[in-house]
């Protein structure tokens, strides 16, 4: 359910191709041919999490050509010639990119801008001519979740209420498939999918070092340690199931774990979080996608999670999600097997409670007809020694592949097939009054739920949006003192109501894409907001009419008395965490962006996955994420730095 690179999580399943394989590669480069044999059965109409051939149409010829032979669609390609590829693309895709233009006006908002789609290399490195030390403030942001906890709650923005109307893009810097940054003192850290692994002067945008050959979707983890020379490492999981640490002041490598996990279609999309002495580090898998092959013998992946020793990278201990043995199913009429359990990916990055030494984990849905315990739940980890504490299974069967339907001829299906309603969101341990704690845990069927830390014993469960394979709750939730902020996407229920509006499709229950916040002791709803309706323009769309999808899947930022969060339609607001009140926006995709990489008219587009940055007076924010949606994404993002009045 992740995004889009060498190497993919199932989250940019929801607009990656999915394609229907089977049959060897055709002799000739017909892209008809190529999509009437491989994509036609998930994409006319589509199906799942599947774009359709419409949505397909308006993307670029690159995006999807990358898609196909470095993307999540990579296992599902096999057999394709390069000619086939781009016979496929232009085939789906056959306008070119329109030049930039005035677009015409929306019927929700004011003129906005058309921009044209960039697909060619990122701009060039702009070298700070000096690189200070690495010196921490209060107001730092190290780790993806920012605490242990995984609150993303910064208690010393270096904001004030009377900022936050007043903040503006100071710079920006394009990057394809940025994630989320970290902020020390001075330092920025990202990582992205095109093998760029950034250290940035967060106050000006130029680069103090880069690594260029790590392809990356998590966020860097920069801690303090005696390991590294400089007495900074940061530490970043690749997308091939490699650990690497680096000299977070130099960029040196300290050290690279071996391959986590065999499976060819594993991958790392959670963050890997330090806890004391050791690294722990969430393994997840595309074997979802690799399913909708009929070459594909199906399923034999399993969740895990893995520590490392933080000054070697030797593995300490593995325990997978899966507890049952291996089991056959059936013989499918090519001659290979079906087997399970298999699944239990582990999507997001752990949260960690020293007090208790536990690790919590959530996990992703099963891929068989085996049911196994270790899907679609939430579990508690001896950090010590891997030891499962406790688990929790919120969803039973909920056993799914993608492309399985009337046409599907893969053979891997799970009948019946589950709703797809995995986790996608760190699970989060929040106070309440009493000096007690709750975890609280968001689930793309739309449920939150309240577990206790010590045993797991469900406390409460709370419904807070519709739900669908793309949320639902989907990257990420937060929370302070006082209440859990939950972002609600619906994106699937959005979808249908859009088909539905276009004269297709079953009707659709009312959506409720938003943000909620929850009283974390019993479950209850204080405020909902629901997503406004507003003007955006994709530049993938290459100045068609945009569906505006108004669906906040992405993780939230918490400061005292503010949460920020963004939109698939590029909106980007800051709410009053007491009412609920929006009391700041900014659109991402009215304007271009001149970077600092020189990129001229950089556009902005959806805002998904990890979420803003807070640090030291300034807001960090990636837009046009290449994420599970891929909604509004241009395939080259824009790292956007925001500070009062832009100074």
């Given at each position: 359910?992740?995004?889009?690179?060498?190497?993919?999580?199932?989250?940019?399943?929801?607009?990656?191709?999915?394609?229907?394989?089977g049959?060897?590669?055709?002799a000739?480069?017909?892209?008809?041919?190529?999509?009437?044999?491989?994509?036609?059965?998930?994409?006319?109409?589509?199906?799942?999490?599947?774009?359709?051939?419409?949505?397909?149409?308006?993307r670029?010829?690159?995006?999807i050509?990358k898609?196909?032979?470095?993307g999540?669609?990579?296992?599902?390609?096999?057999?394709?010639s390069?000619a086939e590829?781009?016979?496929?693309?232009?085939?789906?895709?056959?306008a070119?990119?329109?030049?930039?233009a005035?677009?015409?006006?929306?019927?929700?908002g004011a003129?906005?801008?058309?921009?044209?789609?960039?697909?060619?290399?990122?701009?060039?490195?702009?070298?700070?001519?000096?690189?200070?030390?690495?010196?921490?403030?209060?107001?730092?942001?190290?780790?993806?979740?920012?605490?242990?906890?995984?609150?993303?709650?910064?208690?010393?923005?270096?904001?004030?209420?009377?900022?936050?109307?007043?903040?503006?893009?100071?710079?920006?810097?394009?990057?394809?498939g940025?994630?989320?940054?970290?902020?020390?003192?001075?330092?920025?850290?990202?990582?992205?999918?095109?093998g760029?692994?950034?250290?940035?002067?967060?106050?000006?945008?130029?680069?103090?070092?880069?690594?260029?050959?790590?392809?990356?979707?998590?966020?860097?983890?920069?801690?303090?340690?005696?390991?590294?020379?400089?007495?900074?490492?940061?530490f970043?999981?690749q997308?091939?199931?490699?650990?690497?640490a680096?000299d977070?002041?130099?960029?040196?490598?300290?050290?690279?774990?071996?391959?986590?996990?065999?499976?060819?279609?594993?991958v790392?999309?959670?963050?890997?979080?330090?806890?004391?002495?050791?690294?722990?580090?969430?393994?997840?898998?595309?074997?979802?996608?690799?399913?909708?092959s009929?070459?594909?013998?199906?399923?034999?992946?399993r969740g895990?999670?893995?520590?490392?020793d933080?000054?070697?990278?030797?593995?300490?201990?593995?325990?997978?999600?899966?507890?049952?043995?291996?089991?056959h199913?059936?013989?499918?009429?090519?001659?290979?097997?079906?087997?399970?359990?298999?699944?239990?990916?582990?999507?997001?990055?752990?949260?960690?409670?020293?007090?208790?030494?536990?690790?919590?984990?959530?996990?992703?849905?099963?891929?068989?007809?085996?049911?196994?315990?270790?899907?679609d739940?939430?579990?508690?980890?001896?950090i010590?020694?891997?030891?499962?504490?406790?688990?929790?299974?919120?969803?039973?069967?909920?056993?799914?592949?993608m492309?399985?339907?009337?046409?599907?001829?893969?053979?891997?299906?799970?009948?019946?097939?589950g709703?797809?309603?995995?986790?996608?969101?760190?699970?989060?341990?929040i106070?309440?009054?009493?000096?007690?704690?709750?975890?609280?845990?968001?689930?793309?069927?739309?449920?939150?739920?309240?577990?206790?830390?010590?045993?797991?014993?469900?406390?409460?469960?709370?419904?807070?949006?519709?739900?669908?394979?793309?949320?639902?709750?989907?990257?990420?939730?937060?929370?302070?003192?006082?209440?859990?902020y939950?972002?609600?996407?619906?994106?699937?229920?959005?979808?249908?109501?859009?088909?539905?509006?276009?004269?297709?499709?079953?009707?659709?229950?009312?959506?409720?894409?938003?943000?909620?916040?929850?009283?974390?002791?019993?479950?209850?709803?204080v405020?909902?907001?629901?997503?406004?309706?507003a003007?955006?323009?994709?530049?993938?769309?290459?100045?068609?009419?945009?569906?505006?999808?108004?669906?906040?899947?992405?993780?939230?930022?918490?400061?005292?008395?503010?949460?920020?969060q963004?939109a698939?339609?590029?909106?980007?607001?800051?709410y009053?965490?007491?009412?609920?009140?929006?009391?700041?926006?900014h659109s991402?995709?009215?304007?271009?962006?001149?970077?600092?990489?020189?990129?001229?008219?950089?556009?902005?587009?959806?805002?998904?996955?990890?979420?803003?940055?807070?640090?030291?007076?300034?807001?960090?924010?990636?837009?046009?994420?290449?994420?599970?949606?891929?909604?509004g994404?241009?395939?080259?993002?824009?790292?956007?730095?925001?500070?009062?009045?832009g100074k």
């Amino acid at each position: 359910m992740f995004s889009v690179g060498p190497l993919l999580s199932r989250l940019v399943v929801g607009a990656t191709l999915a394609l229907s394989l089977g049959g060897a590669a055709l002799a000739q480069p017909s892209g008809a041919a190529v999509f009437e044999a491989r994509c036609k059965a998930c994409h006319e109409p589509a199906m799942d999490r599947a774009p359709s051939r419409a949505d397909l149409a308006q993307r670029p010829q690159a995006d999807i050509v990358k898609s196909l032979t470095e993307g999540l669609m990579k296992p599902m390609a096999e057999g394709l010639s390069p000619a086939e590829i781009q016979a496929v693309a232009a085939y789906i895709s056959p306008a070119a990119a329109a030049p930039a233009a005035a677009a015409p006006a929306r019927p929700t908002g004011a003129e906005m801008p058309q921009v044209a789609v960039r697909t060619g290399p990122i701009g060039t490195d702009p070298m700070c001519s000096v690189n200070p030390p690495i010196t921490p403030t209060s107001g730092d942001w190290a780790s993806t979740g920012l605490d242990d906890q995984s609150t993303r709650f910064q208690r010393r923005p270096g904001l004030s209420a009377a900022d936050i109307p007043k903040l503006k893009v100071k710079w920006a810097f394009s990057m394809t498939g940025g994630g989320q940054p970290t902020v020390v003192g001075d330092w920025l850290f990202v990582t992205n999918r095109s093998g760029h692994f950034y250290a940035l002067d967060p106050k000006s945008g130029c680069v103090r070092w880069v690594v260029r050959d790590l392809v990356s979707r998590t966020t860097p983890m920069v801690v303090r340690s005696a390991i590294s020379p400089s007495g900074w490492a940061t530490f970043v999981g690749q997308s091939d199931r490699i650990v690497r640490a680096f000299d977070a002041q130099t960029g040196k490598e300290l050290w690279r774990s071996a391959v986590l996990d065999p499976h060819p279609v594993g991958v790392l999309t959670g963050s890997p979080i330090v806890a004391d002495d050791r690294l722990l580090v969430p393994i997840s898998s595309i074997e979802e996608a690799a399913a909708m092959s009929k070459s594909y013998a199906c399923c034999t992946f399993r969740g895990s999670v893995a520590a490392l020793d933080l000054k070697t990278g030797k593995l300490l201990w593995k325990t997978s999600m899966v507890p049952e043995p291996v089991r056959h199913v059936r013989e499918k009429d090519n001659g290979l097997n079906v087997t399970g359990p298999a699944g239990a990916a582990i999507w997001g990055a752990p949260s960690v409670d020293r007090k208790r030494g536990l690790v919590y984990v959530t996990t992703g849905d099963s891929y068989t007809d085996v049911d196994t315990v270790g899907a679609d739940a939430v579990v508690a980890l001896d950090i010590k020694t891997g030891k499962i504490r406790w688990r929790d299974q919120v969803t039973e069967k909920d056993n799914f592949v993608m492309g399985c339907g009337r046409n599907s001829t893969s053979g891997n299906c799970p009948t019946p097939l589950g709703p797809d309603f995995d986790f996608g969101a760190t699970p989060v341990l929040i106070p309440v009054k009493g000096g007690k704690q709750v975890l609280v845990a968001g689930q793309k069927s739309g449920l939150a739920y309240g577990f206790d830390p010590d045993t797991g014993k469900r406390l409460w469960t709370t419904q807070v949006g519709v739900g669908s394979a793309l949320g639902g709750i989907e990257w990420g939730i937060g929370g302070d003192d006082r209440y859990a902020y939950i972002p609600v996407s619906d994106l699937g229920v959005l979808f249908a109501a859009f088909r539905q509006g276009e004269g297709g499709g079953a009707p659709a229950p009312p959506a409720k894409p938003g943000l909620s916040a929850l009283d974390p002791a019993t479950g209850r709803i204080v405020w909902h907001t629901p997503a406004p309706e507003a003007p955006c323009v994709y530049a993938s769309d290459k100045g068609k009419p945009s569906r505006c999808a108004r669906a906040q899947s992405a993780a939230p930022a918490i400061i005292p008395g503010f949460v920020f969060q963004g939109a698939l339609d590029g909106w980007f607001r800051a709410y009053d965490s007491a009412s609920g009140k929006i009391v700041w926006e900014h659109s991402t995709t009215a304007q271009t962006y001149d970077t600092v990489n020189g990129i001229k008219g950089q556009p902005g587009g959806g805002i998904d996955g990890m979420g803003p940055t807070v640090a030291n007076g300034m807001v960090f924010l990636m837009s046009g994420n290449n994420g599970a949606a891929r909604v509004g994404s241009n395939g080259v993002n824009v790292l956007l730095a925001y500070s009062v009045d832009g100074k």
